[in-house]
């Protein structure tokens, strides 16, 4: 989280602030990453109604705020480039925030409820192909020069596409799940604290133990079981860079990111046969809806090879 003291807030707005996030982990448990998610949104919320409102927001601002005011910081927000997800992902941060105060008497939340979110076109996945996959995902595909690092951004990816993780799930891996690895399956906590059980494949296990091998780092039971260079919790940022560098090195669409793997793992079941509620399963979504994308992904790229095959195409 961020340091209070960045926050542009009157006390009374910062201290309530504090508590709904406090109130956001340990009575509704929601996930790390949307905790945090909420807690820029709030942040960014507060910068704009400090120049709205001609200096730091209080308690009473909120009180006061009406749908104009939440459409201008919407307008604000596109202005700098965020798309329609992340202004919806915003605007539920806020209503959220609003509720919780609203239960204690001290705002209305009514003028947020009544804003209709922006609506967030539905884009299908954009998987690699089996073969760019493969390639992204071994030790020989790595740029990095020091040999323990590049085993381990192998491992972290092949965890990602062999196992279709996402790169949050395969960062919070412990030395602890190391026997998990070698037993040929993982235990993974997903988004809303969902538990799934998910393949460890021969390759992948062979990925992580090289990393492990070369690690010059103890990796005990209660610490991440990937590093950062100088040996503290690696980090996605660290991963998503690496991967901008084999887009370029490996000729790679920018599509080509981390979580294209997992869609990739995904994609690649699917299209040798894989069952829709299996996949669902290993991905860990909470509804079949949401797996079903990847059946019109599939179909997309049958469409794509007929055309690109049949002599009357």
């Given at each position: ?22 109130s ?14 909420y ?14 409102c001609?200096?730091?927001p ?7 705020l ?46 947020a ?19 760019d996959?493969?390639?992204v ?37 412990t030395g ?5 690895l070698?037993?040929?399956?993982l ?6 604290g969902?538990?799934?059980m998910?393949?460890v ?10 990393y ?11 610490e ?20 901008k560098?084999m887009?370029?090195?490996?000729n790679l669409?920018?599509?080509a ?17 894989g069952d ?13 809806s ?18 690109a ?5």
């Amino acid at each position: 989280m961020a340091d209070e003291f960045l926050i542009s807030a009157r006390p009374d707005l910062q201290k309530a602030r504090v508590e709904w996030l406090a109130s956001l982990n340990e009575e509704r448990r929601l996930a790390r990453l949307t905790i945090e998610a909420y807690e820029r949104d709030t942040r960014q919320f507060f910068q704009f109604l400090t120049g709205h409102c001609g200096g730091p927001p209080g308690l009473s601002d909120l009180s006061d705020l009406k749908p104009a005011d939440l459409r201008a910081f919407l307008a604000v927000r596109r202005a700098d480039g965020a798309g329609a997800r992340t202004l919806g992902r915003g605007l539920a941060g806020i209503r959220s925030f609003l509720r919780f105060l609203e239960k204690r008497g001290m705002a209305n939340a009514a003028g947020a409820g009544a804003l209709r979110a922006p609506r967030a076109g539905k884009g299908l996945p954009k998987p690699l192909t089996a073969a760019d996959a493969r390639r992204v995902a071994s030790g020989e595909g790595q740029l990095a020069e020091e040999p323990w690092i590049a085993a381990r951004n192998a491992a972290v990816l092949a965890l990602l596409y062999g196992s279709g993780l996402r790169i949050g799930e395969a960062l919070r891996l412990t030395g602890a799940d190391i026997p998990a690895l070698g037993d040929g399956t993982l235990r993974i906590t997903g988004k809303g604290g969902k538990t799934r059980m998910v393949p460890v494949l021969t390759v992948v296990r062979e990925a992580v133990n090289e990393y492990r091998r070369l690690c010059p780092y103890h990796l005990s039971a209660e610490e991440p079981l990937f590093r950062g260079a100088r040996g503290g919790a690696l980090q996605p940022a660290i991963i998503q860079r690496e991967m901008k560098k084999m887009r370029s090195a490996l000729n790679l669409p920018e599509t080509a990111t981390p979580h294209a793997l997992r869609h990739s793992f995904a994609t690649h079941l699917l299209g040798r046969g894989g069952d829709l509620r299996a996949i669902q399963e290993l991905l860990g979504h909470a509804s079949l809806s949401t797996t079903q994308i990847y059946t019109a992904v599939d179909t997309a790229r049958l469409l794509e090879s007929y055309d690109a095959a049949h002599p009357r195409a």
